[in-house]
């Protein structure tokens, strides 16, 4: 499998490209990649609890599904082992939507026997994105207030996995 590019090639927030043909079957994106998360909701899901620790974004920027998940993964991990699978609720609110397109160009020598180049460079489906506004509220948990300290550390943690800047917010309901 091929090796991931770097989460700065995506994270910019452009209007997607939209190809125009004459033939109606390649006007659109055919195929796109089943999204890596597996589950939004998570730990006690019945429970009301009153403070909310909200991870915000602080700027535009497109998040792949797998840095979702790699965040999913790390809080869930972090709050189960600290506090207690009934002891929290935990949500993702963004969903990847977008299609990121690749058009692989290969290097190296003799590279240039086999490649096309740019000539209607659409590219194929690699991944999905989801595309975050400034102040878009991107995961959040619901705790009880002695929880609060794992919980902000746990989102600590998860800003990690994004490509750019956070903000946690704690709010009592």
Do not use: W
Not at 35 to 59: C, E, T
């Amino acid at each position: 499998m091929a090796k991931l590019r770097k989460a700065i090639c995506y994270r910019r927030l452009e209007r997607p490209y939209t190809r125009r043909s004459k033939k109606r079957e390649k006007n659109y994106v055919r195929g796109a990649p089943n999204s890596k998360i597996v589950m939004f909701d998570m730990g006690n899901k019945s429970a009301k609890f009153p403070y909310r620790i909200k991870l915000i974004s602080k700027n535009d920027v497109q998040i792949r599904h797998n840095a979702l998940e790699s965040a999913r993964i790390a809080v869930n991990k972090q709050l189960t082992n600290s506090i207690g699978i009934n002891n929290y609720y935990f949500k993702i609110k963004t969903y990847p939507h977008h299609i990121l397109r690749e058009n692989p160009l290969a290097a190296g020598a003799g590279a240039d026997r086999f490649q096309t180049g740019m000539s209607h460079a659409f590219g194929k489906p690699i991944g999905l994105a989801a595309r975050v506004r400034k102040g878009q509220e991107i995961m959040y948990v619901d705790t009880n207030e002695k929880f609060i300290n794992a919980a902000k550390k746990a989102m600590k943690q998860a800003s990690y996995k994004f490509p750019n800047k956070i903000q946690i917010e704690i709010v009592k309901r």
